[in-house]
């Protein structure tokens, strides 16, 4: 029988054992303190690629594990020490196919006296377990890293930043021009023209490229490029390689960029979702010397795959964003058109996130008697569907300014209107977010009145204009606000507060308030300084305002309209009462005729004396006392008759025979415009008539 040390070295009668271990297929080895092999199997010798006499040299196990060698020697020793296993990976580079990795037990072989004299070494190959592991790393990677963002540009950057180093030295991405816009791109028999979207290099500076991000890339037919654009197969390249060579023909930039900077593989993949191959990205080494491999083009398709799918859902964001902002553009003012008592200048931001364009509005509109509207307005949600929410709203204002209602009767129309969207339209489903959400809205109008001096506003929910005095000193008007519009069940109040000359009014969304996760309070104190001694310039002060209150791109839509007031002063309104006698028509229009040479605009006496006279002869006909005529000099004569009835006027068509019936009429067609406004007791029938002679005031 054999010893149990003899057990232990493997030694017995019949020497099987000795001999199993020798023929061994599986790389091992047993080693002295002095790091000397004393035993080695046939696998360690073959796999090292040595005999089994040089195997057994004082330092064996570098004839494995060339420079790693040092690492599994140091493990040796370790175990002498402590008298424990150990285990570690071992990546062994120089190999033709690319680096080695093996799996290495070191296992303690003790003596009768339990002492350490030997360490067995065994070495399992795992190079295939550990690229398979790499793989599953980077792919994952790829979920984190790649699509951060819902922009084409740094989508594709994040791809080409992931592979160089990993993958490849040098890595390009190249897209249909249309994915930039947000298009669908078209398969094309051409398919040579692509727009750069990202490179990267692992030397500085990229020196390979020919053309920088944002240019466009010309590959010449049957080029690999090309080819790839077009079949949407991908080609895999190790040099010298007759496709290579024939592109080298035709595009000689390129062939000396490949010769200077020895690049020696190249692979190109395409970049496909949904069946639709939105552009290609090429890969190169020329550091690494290890050339492309099959399952490094396996790999590289499938970071393409899943980056393409990051890319095409950015170019679905871009088109449905360009899609939103083309609407919310085309339902915002372009321009403000209002009278010469205010002046205006607005900023529009829209957000800057994945939640999509939001529902911020904004309005000036001329009214009667020289007053004019402000009007902001914020609808929730974000979208498409708020877009079209924001544009019916703005619509209806601007219906419901015709009939001239004061700011809370406006609001409460406006808000009637909000619930009957909601109730035709049911329930609106958010695709993006899964939920239901009714249509809810803040709004504030405000009206200011340049003969009075005064302003009165009236607010849905929405946050309080404020008022910046001649002096600069800033106000935040206290209001009592009502629901958001859609919400229903409370009334609304109107404000009523005074202007002077020069006053700023400054409205705007809660968005400019709340930007960089502020609160109210802390906001709408950030805009009192940022409005405190504003420039004479009313666009540097709303450009002052924007840098102010966004240090950053704003996540949330944001509106902001100031105007500054003009007052028309006694100079520009004259004021009449007039009795409820017909003779007094003539009166009236002898009144107006010395008025209108008293501001030197006698060529507008003939069309302002025929609506004088048919406006007063109906409130004296049909309406009640007390009867009032007042002229406004504005960019038009305004001509207003109050009386006491609340009788509207109405155009209607007389007969041939008719001795009356036309007076209305002629007022249509003499005026650029006519109308009437309501008050508690009474109307008012006003009409404006052009001064063709040119800026009068």
């Known amino acids: 029988m054999s010893t149990p040390a003899e057990q232990q070295y493997g030694q017995g009668d019949d020497g099987s054992a000795e001999e199993a271990f020798a023929q061994c297929p599986m790389p091992a080895a047993i080693f002295d303190s002095a790091l000397r092999v004393v035993r080695a199997s046939r696998g360690m ?240 080494r020329h550091q690494n010397p290890v050339p492309f491999g099959l399952d490094d083009l396996l790999l590289a398709e499938e970071i393409a795959a899943r980056a393409a799918v990051a890319v095409d859902n950015a170019r679905l964001y871009t088109r449905e964003r360009s899609t939103a902002l083309a609407l919310q553009r085309s339902l915002l003012p372009q321009r403000l058109t209002g009278q010469d008592t205010v002046q205006a200048v607005f900023r529009y931001l829209p957000a800057d996130s994945r939640a999509g364009i939001g529902g911020d509005w904004f309005d000036v509109i001329p009214l009667s008697g020289a007053r004019v509207a402000l009007v902001v307005g914020d609808v929730a949600g974000h979208g498409l569907h708020a877009s079209a929410t924001m544009g019916r709203l703005r619509t209806a204002v601007r219906a419901l300014t015709d009939v001239d209602l004061p700011p809370d009767e406006l609001l409460t129309h406006l808000d009637d209107l909000v619930a009957h969207l909601a109730a035709t339209e049911d329930e609106v489903i958010d695709p993006d977010l899964d939920t239901i959400s009714d249509i809810v809205a803040t709004c504030l109008y405000l009206v200011y009145d340049p003969v009075a001096g005064s302003c009165t506003v009236a607010s849905a929910g929405h946050l309080p204009p404020a008022v910046v005095g001649p002096d600069g000193a800033v106000d935040i008007v206290d209001l009592s606000p009502g629901p958001p519009l859609g919400v229903g069940g409370l009334p609304f109040e109107a404000t009523r507060f005074a202007v002077a000359e020069g006053t700023l009014l400054v409205l705007y969304t809660d968005g400019l308030i709340e930007a960089c996760g502020r609160d109210i309070d802390t906001g709408l104190d950030l805009l009192r300084r940022s409005l405190e001694r504003p420039p004479a310039s009313l666009e540097k002060t709303c450009a002052a305002v924007v840098d102010t209150m966004l240090p950053a791109p704003p996540t949330d839509d944001v509106a902001l309209l100031i105007a500054r007031t003009r007052i028309l002063g006694p100079s520009h309104v004259a004021t009449w009462d007039v009795p409820s006698d017909p003779a007094m028509v003539a009166q009236a229009r002898a009144w107006s005729a010395r008025q209108l040479a008293e501001w030197g605009l006698q060529e507008a006496t003939f069309a302002l004396e025929l609506v004088v006279s048919e406006l007063v002869t109906n409130a004296i006909r049909h309406g009640a006392p007390p009867i009032r005529l007042r002229l406004i000099r504005d960019t038009a004569i305004i001509c207003e008759v109050s009386d006491g009835s609340n009788t509207s006027p109405h155009l209607r068509q007389a007969t041939t025979f008719d001795e009356g019936g036309r007076g209305l009429l002629l007022v249509a067609q003499v005026a650029q415009r006519w109308g009437a406004r309501h008050h508690a007791v009474g109307k008012t029938i006003w009409a404006e008539i052009a001064l063709h002679g040119g800026d009068f005031l």
């Not at 816009?181 to 979207?197: F, I, M, T, Y």
């Open 45 to 284: 010798a073959l796999e090292a690629g040595v005999t089994d006499d040089e195997v057994r040299t004082d330092r064996g196990v570098g004839a494995l594990f060339g420079s790693a060698g040092a690492g599994v020697e140091q493990g040796i020793l370790g175990v002498f020490e402590t008298g424990e296993a150990d285990q570690m990976d071992v990546r062994v580079y120089g190999a033709a196919g690319g680096p080695r990795v093996w799996s290495v037990t070191l296992s303690p072989l003790r003596d009768r006296a339990r002492r350490v004299h030997r360490v067995q070494l065994t070495a399992v190959e795992v190079t295939e377990l550990h690229r398979a592991r790499d793989r599953l790393a980077v792919l994952n990677e790829v979920s984190v890293r790649v699509g951060t963002t819902l922009d084409v540009s740094t989508t594709a950057q994040e791809m080409a930043d992931l592979m160089v180093g990993r993958l490849a030295d040098f890595v390009t991405v190249d897209l249909v021009d249309s994915q930039f816009r947000g298009l669908e791109p078209k398969p094309s028999a051409e398919g040579v023209v692509l727009r750069r979207a990202a490179h990267q290099s692992v030397l500085p500076g990229v020196p390979e490229a020919l053309i920088e991000p944002g240019e466009i890339d010309h590959y010449p037919d049957y080029s690999p490029p090309a080819r790839c654009l077009v079949t949407g197969q991908s080609s895999l390249h190790n040099l010298p390689d007759a496709a290579v060579t024939s592109w080298q023909a035709v595009d000689p930039q390129r062939a000396a960029v490949l010769h200077a900077r020895g690049i020696h593989s190249v692979m190109v993949v395409p970049l496909r979702a949904r069946g639709i191959v939105l552009g290609i990205s090429l890969l190169v």
